[in-house]
């Protein structure tokens, strides 16, 4: 039997009803599996909560522990699972094809890579019809680099401050955020330009960006004139007149940053900033591995919100709710400069990946979930942002569709963030009242909420219910 839910923290908030019943946990006991995650774990994989939690089964939106307890999962595996933990159809596609084939590599034809390839592309605009499948982000991030730089002749990549593109040696040139960079020499031919942050950033106001939530901060901008786009584009333009030379390779961004805390840039930045690099020779990657696949709600790919269209669109997490698989998306002419050699992937577009991408491609229309994203996540901001209103604390609140951002402050006048140990036990008090969120942000200052984007409106009440008695709690903690 589904144990009860026992928050160790008094609130009024009611979890909503679930009739799935997990397996009873047969496996090690909690001190036996902290043994091994010491002794034979790479320690830089680092886990959540002080003690952290033991999941043992998940179904659709909601995750269950070693004991039975249920949690609303609000982070979705960060950013990954799109359409729900063990999605029936998605498991049901998965099934058939283990009993199928598993995998020959790409020196053969098999069904599902062409099937899938003609599915994924057929959601993307011209000129993006090409798809290179690979395992993960941090690899598609790797081969559009690859790409620009044997496509335009140019060397140099420009990247976002604050921007998060992988971990792997060659990306982490392109990540920009401290506490990813080893000191190991990386990042030839990286440069980083200053982040259009319109909350933290030294320009920003009331009317930036596109979100049903803006900033606080005031500004003089009227419709149609945003003074903190044109500022950021000058700095933009700094950089490609000082930092790189006259002809560069491309520029990467995220619709909206991810692991910065779903920072969003002023409307119209990124169609500028396109024509610049365009201007210089370089192509345009959009790194969608976050914001696409719906999650933004108003459009299926994230650099839509922004009216441009990309030379190179990278894809992953979502891409398989939780399957390892990623893709690049590009032109014909751009997808011929890695032809000019062999470039190989064992594993990248196997049977298995992509029968699992088509079956999410399936399970993201048939269940209306692009329209959820908008719907529950409109809801879920405007309710955050009532809290905003109500707690000195909570500097921002932002997003689109069911990519949010809540950062924490310790007043809104400074903008200073929130001291960690403080943000720690607002985070532990949500966990242990049922609801589990990401962080983000270069101080961790940054609450992410990314759920499974089959959420529902009473989930998202339940959530900002927590929320709500967690920071009524750190208001009773506070001198």
């Known amino acids: 039997r589904q144990q009860k839910w026992k928050s160790s923290v008094s609130t009024q908030a009611k979890m909503p009803p679930c009739d799935f019943v997990p397996e009873k946990y047969k496996s090690y006991p909690y001190e036996r599996m902290q043994k091994i995650r010491e002794q034979n774990i790479v320690p830089s994989l680092r886990m959540y909560y002080k003690k952290p939690l033991l999941l043992h089964q998940g179904h659709m939106q909601w995750l269950f522990d070693y004991e039975g307890r249920r949690y609303l999962d609000l982070f979705a595996g960060i950013v990954t699972v799109s359409v729900g933990h063990c999605h029936p159809k998605v498991t049901m596609a998965t099934q058939k094809q283990l009993f199928r084939l598993w995998h020959t590599a790409n020196i053969y034809m098999h069904p599902s890579i062409h099937e899938y390839a003609e599915k994924l592309t057929s959601l993307l605009p011209d000129p993006l019809k090409v798809v290179c499948l690979t395992n993960s982000g941090s690899e598609a991030n790797d081969i559009a680099m ?87 584009i000058e700095q933009f333009k700094d950089t490609l007149n000082t930092s790189v030379p006259k002809t560069v390779a491309g520029f990467i961004a995220e619709s909206i940053q991810g692991v910065n805390g779903a920072v969003q840039y002023p409307r119209n930045f990124l169609k500028e900033a396109y024509q610049l690099v365009r201007e210089r020779g370089g192509v345009c990657i959009s790194d969608e591995v976050q914001t696409g696949f719906g999650r933004t709600g108003s459009h299926f790919w994230g650099f839509q919100n922004h009216d441009v269209v990309p030379d190179i669109v990278t894809l992953a997490k979502g891409i398989g709710n939780g399957f390892p698989m990623a893709a690049i998306v590009t032109t014909k002419e751009i997808a011929g400069s890695l032809a000019q050699n062999l470039h190989f992937n064992t594993f990248g577009g196997n049977p298995l990946a992509c029968v699992v ?92 909420i990314k759920p499974p984007m089959c959420i529902t409106k009473n989930d998202a009440d339940f959530a900002v219910e927590v929320f709500h008695t967690a920071l009524r709690r750190h208001m009773e903690r506070a001198p």
Not at 152 to 159: A, E, Q, R
Not at 194 to 212: E, N, T
């Open 146 to 232: 690859f790409m620009a730089r044997l496509y335009t002749g140019n060397f140099d990549i420009i990247s976002l401050r604050g921007a998060y593109h992988g971990g792997s040696p060659y990306t982490l040139g392109l990540t920009s955020l401290g506490p990813y960079k080893h000191g190991v020499a990386n990042g030839f031919g990286c440069t980083t330009t200053m982040l259009p942050d319109v909350f933290r950033g030294p320009w920003g106001g009331s009317h930036c960006r596109d979100s049903p939530v803006q900033t606080v901060r005031k500004c003089s901008c009227s419709e149609g004139v945003c003074h903190a786009k044109d500022q950021y």
């Open 357 to 448: 991408g088509a079956a999410v491609l399936d399970a993201i229309e048939e269940d209306g979930l692009q329209k959820n994203s908008e719907d529950v996540g409109t809801y879920m901001l405007l309710e955050l942002a009532k809290l905003r209103d109500k707690f000195e604390v909570i500097g921002d609140v932002r997003g689109k569709g069911l990519m949010i951002g809540v950062e924490m402050v310790t007043d809104k006048d400074s903008r200073c963030p929130l001291p960690a140990e403080e943000v720690n036990q607002i985070w532990e008090d949500c966990k242990d009242m049922g609801v589990l969120i990401g962080r983000g942000g270069l101080y961790s200052q940054t609450f992410r």
